[in-house]
């Protein structure tokens, strides 16, 4: 229905404009040669562009150049770092929460010492 046909065209518009957004970011992080060229993109993705045949590389993973590092060694980098990076985080969370524990023990027993105190007295 036309309903759903708009709502459709509404999602893919969104998604093709954070697309672009995330190209755009990319590539200012990158050389100008390692970039993705947005206008590629754009004929790639409309049926206009289809109808030329031609395969022309627009992802930088799709290019095999000895120069660039290869991305599936920079993901794994970024991995390595992220995993370092959760570690550490953790580490902090679970110290935090040692303490906590250990001052709500010293606590309990400072309780349960003035308890025993209390009823050693009362049998007296």
């Known amino acids: 229905s036309n309903k759903i ?3 459709r065209r509404r ?3 969104d998604e093709k404009r954070k697309l672009f957004e995330a190209i755009k970011q990319y590539n200012e992080q990158v050389p100008e040669e390692e970039g993705i060229n947005e206008e590629m993109v754009e004929s790639r993705l409309s049926v206009v562009g289809h ?4 395969e022309i590389l627009i992802w930088p993973w799709e290019v095999h150049s000895t120069e660039s590092t290869n991305i599936l060694t920079k993901k ?3 991995d390595a770092y992220m995993s370092k990076m959760r570690l550490q985080e953790e580490k902090i ?3 935090r929460e040692m303490r906590q524990h250990c001052t709500y023990l010293r606590g309990l027993a400072d309780s349960i010492r003035k308890l025993i105190a209390e009823m050693s007295e009362g049998n007296r």
């Open 51 to 54: 109808a030329s045949g031609e």
């Open 76 to 78: 794994k980098i970024f």
């Open 11 to 13: 999602k893919l518009g």
């Open 93 to 95: 969370l679970i110290l």
């Open 5 to 7: 046909r708009q709502m």
